[in-house]
């Protein structure tokens, strides 16, 4: 038996086609961050926001954002309609100083604890 030995074949394992991820759509929006409110030395004007958009850094590229959607995105204390996630929508109106700033003017103003907060700039509609 020892020159004889079995070879213990174990059996193969199948072969099972991995199932491809299905792609989620293509995100279509940009970070940006509420900075704050238009304003002068003493007085803030509430009805325009300031934004910070990531990845934009000189006026010339804040331009091409100019008449894009905005979106600020929050969840309420109460359910509506199934869903407590509401969101308060706006839109580009023009830059605001040389580093990239956009300002905004939302439906209903953004409210102060906003500050600092994340929106989601839209790439739509489209200037091309």
Do not use: C
């Not at 990239?100 to 929106?119: C, D, E, S, W």
């Amino acid at each position: 038996m020892s020159q004889e030995q079995k070879k213990v074949v174990k059996p193969k394992k199948k072969q099972t086609k991995k199932k491809k991820k299905q792609n989620k759509s293509p995100r279509l929006h940009v970070d940006g961050i509420f900075m704050g409110y238009r304003r002068g030395l003493t007085t803030q004007k509430t009805g325009t926001s300031l934004i910070k958009i990531v990845g934009v850094s000189t006026r010339r590229e804040s331009e091409w954002y100019l008449g894009k959607k905005v979106a600020f995105v929050y969840n309420a204390s109460r359910h509506h309609n199934g869903s407590n996630v509401r969101t308060i929508w706006g839109k580009i109106t023009n830059s605001h100083g040389n580093s990239g700033v956009v300002r905004a003017k939302f439906k209903r103003n953004l409210p102060a604890i906003a500050m600092g907060k994340k929106v989601r700039v839209m790439m739509y509609p489209s200037n091309i």
